[in-house]
């Protein structure tokens, strides 16, 4: 008995829509998030994330209403985020039936924004995303959207993160992600280490081998994929059934 | 029957309220010591902060009126700070006291492990329980915390272990509380509400 591994579809929206592409170049419709969200809380996905990529203010009442319909059809946890600025920001996206928010780029801005938002919701609805990049001989912090270096080293931040009162961190590698050639086991290894909370690895997937590695020597606690659960590469069920044969916890859906 | 959910402004109030329709039932939202004083059954959700729930129970006057219907057998059933705002205090917030029903106080889950205790994990069942009725014994549910009733079991019919073991389903009489979220848990966790909304039905 042990905490099981938790398997994450991540929905990148454009407030209203199911988007995908590549270092967000060359944006297509991959379908609807409801319609989307009904079927992984079917086939046994552990958790949802929904990201608004676009994160545009004016969009900002489509992603909410995205987020009243999406959680109208889970009875798993659902993680927002995408432009969260502002403790009014993480707000309405928790009213709108959000249990946890993720920041990314207004955190490295201004890092006291993870303690306000811990104080009001608790560290447990606070995911600190990280977007990293190798460069030399460690992880640089890269911010929006993982295009710009924040000059400043990702152990640092996480723990940084963790002690401002980030309850789990989404971390995600910008080497990997969308190139399907499996998550960054170094990098999830090394920040699992000096994390005390657990850590959701992201970037990269694609075979049921690549999730197995991130879990055993990632001593990663979660995995998010987007693409290839939305385009039927990979189901979540038989994924967890290829887990479980490999002695990795997952709970299976009946 | 109707459910009378204490919404003092908690993020999963909607949760469960939906979790609960799906089930069919009729809930209501209230935060006044009236509406607490007529309810036919009461839920008490919580998630965050202890002190957030225990001032508001003081602020809005809510404590007297919870704790002379649980006197009554009103059923109750406490979700996550729902079941750690039964003992008597918490470290969370050791200058506020608990509903103090069970003896006992709610502690940090050691450090050894990551926290917070955040996922699906499985319990270990300690007597036959009318909340876990009808539901596998190694079924998941899903947890998000850091604090636990870790010392104080008696009155636990289910344990679960992160670091240490902490209840995780009490049951006494008309009063049930989990340290999980059902209402994020999946099939399991609706079958568990649904097994609350029978003990009140037949109450």
């Known amino acids: 008995m042990s905490l099981a591994h938790r398997i994450i579809p991540c929905l990148d929206t454009d407030g209203a829509r199911v988007v995908k592409g590549v270092n967000f170049v060359g944006l297509r419709d991959a379908g609807d998030p409801v319609a989307l969200a009904a079927r992984y809380n079917a086939e046994g996905a552990d958790e949802l994330v929904v990201l608004d990529i676009a994160a545009s203010r004016d969009r900002r009442p489509t992603f909410l209403a995205t987020i009243r319909r999406v959680a109208a059809e889970l009875a798993i946890p659902l993680t927002a985020g995408g432009g969260i600025r502002t403790l009014d920001d993480a707000r309405a996206v928790i009213r709108a039936g959000a249990d946890k928010v993720t920041v990314n780029t207004a955190a490295v801005a201004r890092p006291e924004l993870i303690s306000e938002l811990s104080r009001e919701f608790g560290a447990q609805a606070v995911v600190l995303a990280i977007d990293a990049k190798r460069i030399g001989d460690h992880w640089d912090v890269m911010v929006r959207g993982g295009r710009d270096s924040a000059n400043c080293d990702a152990l640092a931040w996480a723990q940084q993160g963790v002690e401002l009162g980030a309850g789990e961190i989404l971390l995600t590698s910008v080497d990997r992600d969308g190139t399907q050639l499996g998550f960054d086991t170094p990098l999830t290894a090394a920040i699992s280490r000096v994390a005390s909370v657990p850590v959701i690895a992201s970037g990269g997937a694609k075979l049921p081998e690549h999730f197995a590695q991130i879990f055993s020597e990632g001593a990663a606690d979660a995995a998010l994929a987007a693409s290839i659960f939305h385009d039927n590469v990979q189901s979540i069920r038989e994924l967890k059934h290829f887990l479980s044969a490999f002695n990795i916890e997952v709970r299976l859906p009946c | ?203």
């Open chain 2, 1 to 203: 029957m109707k459910v009378t959910l204490i919404d003092y402004g908690a993020g999963n109030v909607t949760s469960v309220e939906r979790a609960l329709q799906r089930l069919g039932a009729v809930s209501q939202r209230s935060m006044s010591p009236e509406c607490i004083a007529k309810a036919e059954a009461l839920l008490l959700p919580g998630v965050g902060h202890y002190a957030a729930l225990i001032r508001a129970l003081e602020e809005r006057g809510l404590r007297a009126p919870l704790l002379d219907a649980l006197q009554r057998g009103i059923p109750f059933l406490g979700v996550c700070l729902g079941l750690q705002a039964l003992y008597e205090t918490s470290e969370e917030a050791p200058e506020l006291g608990g509903l103090k029903l069970f003896s006992g106080s709610v502690r940090s889950l050691p450090a050894s492990v990551k926290l917070p205790h955040m996922g699906w994990n499985q319990l270990k069942l300690i007597r036959p329980s009318r909340l876990l009725e009808g539901i596998s014994a190694d079924a998941y549910f899903y947890f998000a915390h850091s604090f636990a009733a870790t010392d104080a079991n008696g009155e636990s019919v289910a344990l679960c272990n992160h670091g240490t073991d902490f209840a995780a389903v009490i049951e006494k009489e008309n009063i049930f509380a989990v340290q999980f979220h059902p209402e994020k848990s999946a099939d399991a966790g609706a079958r568990l509400l649904q097994n609350f909304l029978a003990f009140c039905e037949s109450h």
